[in-house]
């Protein structure tokens, strides 16, 4: 009888994810958050995301945006020069570069968020995501959408947010505190002036979480509005 071939050699050890950050040892359980650019087939978990936010703010009411509505107005300009949406994604893999997100203008961030006890997500199969990750459990958590505005008085643009969410099982994660940064951080490289929002007067944990965060609440400002019929009947206006 023939003897048996020796077994083969081992194989090497897999690399681990460039895109992990150094010196962010996972422990306990790990989340792992990256915020990118938006992109059209985000579309929909964009617009899942609208509805909760109207839900949370008690207006849903006024809320009648569709995927097709979305996806006629958003992503019609390059990033940061009309309409922008940062997009936030977690996992409990790494995440693995994802072609169709590699985009210059924004290279993807990640962080790993350790915590104490793992996030039960009874909407993750709802917000499931295409990004790729190692075991491609990856799901969006939250969004911001901004656009540029302008100030005379600093005479330097800067950008608006109009709307900042987080899901509620990922909140008080510091989360929404890596969205709000990324944006002020953009404002910076750009070298624009200031970076504004609103928030509801009722809303305590936000106005919190703002003024940490460093912003200034303006008592003295009201939001004035022109919509629906108000708008309309401007139509026919004598200017």
């Known amino acids: 009888m023939a003897a048996a071939a020796p077994p083969p050699p081992p194989s090497p050890a897999p690399e681990a994810p460039n895109d992990v950050p150094q010196g962010s040892t996972p422990r306990g359980h790990p989340l792992f958050a990256r915020i990118r650019l938006a992109h059209p087939t ?34 019609t300009s390059p990033p940061f ?19 169709q997100y590699n985009n210059a203008a924004y290279p993807p961030v990640t962080k790993v968020v350790n915590l104490d006890l793992p996030i039960n997500d009874p909407d993750r199969d709802l917000f499931r995501s295409n990004g790729g990750v190692l075991g491609g459990d990856a799901c969006v958590a939250g969004f911001v959408l901004f656009f540029p505005n302008y100030s005379t008085f600093l005479a330097k643009p800067g950008f608006y ?26 404002a910076v490289k750009m070298g624009y002036g200031r970076v504004e929002w609103v928030v509801l007067d009722w809303n305590v944990n936000a106005i919190r979480f703002y003024e940490e965060m460093g912003a200034k609440i303006l008592q003295e400002w009201r939001i004035c509005r022109l919509t629906g019929d108000a708008l309309n009947a401007y139509v ?3 200017l």
């Open 236 to 238: 026919n206006a004598q």
């Open 42 to 75: 985000d579309v929909p978990h964009i617009h899942k995301l609208i509805h909760q936010m109207a839900v949370f703010e008690r207006l849903s009411d006024q809320c009648i945006a569709t995927e097709a509505s979305l996806s006629s107005t958003l992503f």
């Open 161 to 186: 947010i109009e709307d900042l969410f987080v899901r509620e099982c990922y909140r008080r994660k510091g989360l929404g505190k890596m969205l709000l940064s990324a944006v002020a951080k953009q």
């Open 81 to 99: 020069q009309s309409f922008t949406i940062f997009v936030l994604e977690v996992s409990h893999a790494p995440f693995v570069e994802h072609l």
